[in-house]
């Protein structure tokens, strides 16, 4: 059973910084694209970035493209997500999630994380 769980969330002022980590466990994840979403309070889920395990290809979303780094450390199983120059409007919930396959829909990941808060005040 695959088991995702993130850390490194928090309180920070804007123009700060957080490195999010997702521990992987319970699979070979060669083949897996992983990624990272969000969810504000009073909307819907969005996805943030994501990479695949084996090539390590990225992708970012606008909103959040030039400020936030994936990568991923393959010994470790672990994925990163750097946050820089926060804004309040990156106050959500983050989720880690993977994909058994680079090609899966961002809105059909298989498996999530419990999530873990990012709040950012001005």
């Known amino acids: 059973q695959v088991q995702l769980v993130e850390s490194g969330g928090g309180l920070v002022q804007a123009g700060g910084s957080l490195k999010l980590s997702c521990a992987a466990s319970?699979?070979?994840?060669?083949?897996?694209?992983m990624g990272w979403f969000r969810q504000a309070p009073g909307k819907e889920r969005e996805f943030v970035a994501r990479?695949?395990?084996?090539?390590?290809?990225?992708a970012y979303a606008d909103s959040v493209k030039g400020r936030v780094t994936i990568s991923r450390d393959t010994a470790k199983n672990t994925v990163y997500l750097q946050m820089n120059s926060l804004k309040p409007e990156d106050t959500a919930v983050y989720y880690c999630?993977?994909?058994?396959?680079?090609?899966?829909?961002?809105?059909?990941?298989?498996?999530w994380g419990q999530g873990t808060q990012v709040t950012v005040s001005l």
């Open positions: 999630a993977a994909a058994q396959t680079v090609w899966t829909p961002l809105n059909k990941y298989d498996y």
């Open positions: 319970g699979r070979t994840f060669s083949s897996y694209a």
């Open positions: 990479i695949n395990w084996g090539s390590g290809f990225t």
